[in-house]
């Protein structure tokens, strides 16, 4: 690895891709406002215990691929591997009354050792949401149409949308037991992984990956069929409401997502442009204790990965837009008028958005406009000892490849007109 290399699965991000991403970021502020959402910032790394108490022991994440360290005072700290666990203490910090709801959209990045693969970082990117406090169905179906519209609204059609219920916790033993009589029938056949999972969490071995666990997984008792009727009329209305917003989905009785704590829905979208790490954004309804909390409050979220949103973008042929270093170049003659060029350079960037770069090398103009092309620039303004003198500036439009002198004031003004 070469030395100024990033590390494996982190990378550096340079414009225009960093446009992509604000672009994505400001296009899920708009439309999350809409549905009444706030945007909730937490810190980047918590107590390690935040997330072993959220996401459950038996998680991939918490088992494998957390990164922890000991600070200096002897504190295991954790680099957040998913955003629910740290929205979930920062509502329980700040207090969340009885009855009281919580809804907050978050950004920024996530950090789990991975093998680095196409579209797998260790540091990674999403877009996350979270309702808390509210148990309705129809909650349920909205966030999925909230995350639908986002989709839409940054152009990325052709997301399949599969959802599925894991029931409540009182129908879990049936459920378990049901999947446990199923697959203690092939349990030599599948990974190890899975052999332990048999004890531990039968449920994931429904959507392990690895292809012999998937084949046997496929004649696997079908969750929804085995659960109460509170829950499958809780999920028959999830289905209602997303049918009566306009939601395509389908049902996918093997879905039950990595996290323990999720109850009734859980759901995901896949995209077709993205290959093997198909997955674009996934979530569900949990229930859990708030810390300090009495009694459990449940809770409905799902993160989307930036990256992947970007890639499927990408495989619908929508790339970064072109963008230049500089719009206007200002190239000043001579020592004497630097100091000009920049006040020049400065009074634009008071009344326009373009990008503004002032030369203060005093190199020659050959070299100086070396630059200014190298930028992209559209317009150059020139002043050298003469130009000072007369109050004039030299104004070259550069995508016509010509030029004309006009008064400073006429010359500013010049330039926001061809910028
Ligand atoms: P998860 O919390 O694992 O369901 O992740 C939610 C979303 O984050 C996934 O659907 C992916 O789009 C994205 N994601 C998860 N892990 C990674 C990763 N290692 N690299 C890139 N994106 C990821």
């Not at 789990?112 to 579209?119: K, N």
């Not at 909650?139 to 052709?158: K, N």
């Not at 442009?273 to 569900?284: C, M, Y």
Request: charge should be negative; hydrophobic fraction near 40%.
């Amino acid at each position: 690895m070469a030395v100024n290399e990033p590390l494996p699965g982190t990378s550096d991000l340079w414009e225009p891709e960093t446009l992509d991403w604000i672009t994505l970021e400001n296009a899920a502020r708009d439309v999350f406002h809409r549905y009444g959402y706030g945007e909730l910032r937490t810190p980047i790394f918590e107590r390690t215990d935040v997330f072993v108490r959220n996401l459950g022991n038996e998680t991939d994440v918490v088992q494998k691929e957390m990164y922890t360290f000991e600070d200096r005072g002897g504190r295991s700290l954790t680099l957040r591997p998913e955003g629910t666990a740290g929205v979930i203490r920062a509502i329980a910090f700040k207090g969340l009354e009885q009855g009281e709801e919580s809804r907050v959209f978050y950004f920024g990045p996530m950090f789990r050792g991975e093998r680095p693969a196409a579209g797998r970082r260790r540091q990674f990117h999403q877009i996350g949401v979270e309702a808390v406090g509210n148990e309705s169905p129809w909650m349920d179906a909205e966030v999925i149409a909230m995350l639908s519209q986002f989709l839409e609204h940054i152009g990325v059609t052709g997301g399949h949308v599969m959802v599925n219920s894991r029931g409540l916790p009182e129908d879990r033993p049936r459920v378990s037991q049901a999947l446990k009589d199923y697959f203690s029938r092939f349990a030599g056949d599948m990974c190890e992984d899975c052999q332990r999972r048999l004890e531990t969490n039968v449920w994931r071995m429904l959507d392990c990956k690895n292809p012999a666990c998937h084949e046997i997984a496929l004649g696997a008792p079908n969750i929804v069929d085995l659960l109460g009727d509170d829950s499958k009329m809780f999920f028959s209305k999830v289905c209602q409401g997303l049918k009566d917003l306009g939601v395509e989905f389908e049902l996918a009785p093997r879905l039950v997502r990595g996290l323990d704590y999720y109850i009734h829905t859980v759901f995901e979208i896949t995209h077709s442009g993205l290959g093997a790490q198909d997955a674009l954004a996934g979530g569900g309804r949990y229930r859990i204790t708030l810390p300090g909390g009495k009694k459990p409050v449940e809770g409905i979220g799902f993160a989307a990965g930036m990256e992947r949103l970007l890639l499927a973008r990408q495989s619908l042929g929508m790339v970064p837009p072109e963008v230049h270093e500089a719009d206007v170049y200002v190239v000043s003659l001579g020592e004497e008028a630097v100091l000009p060029g920049l006040q020049l350079a400065q009074r634009l960037r008071e009344n326009t958005a373009c990008r503004v770069k002032a030369d203060f090398s005093a190199r020659s103009l050959k070299a100086q406009m070396r630059s200014a092309n190298k930028c992209g620039a559209k317009v150059v303004l020139m002043q050298g000892s003469q130009e000072l003198a007369d109050g004039v500036v030299i104004c070259r439009d550069m995508v016509a490849a010509s030029q004309e002198t006009l008064p400073v004031e006429q010359a500013l003004a010049w330039a926001m007109a061809h910028c």
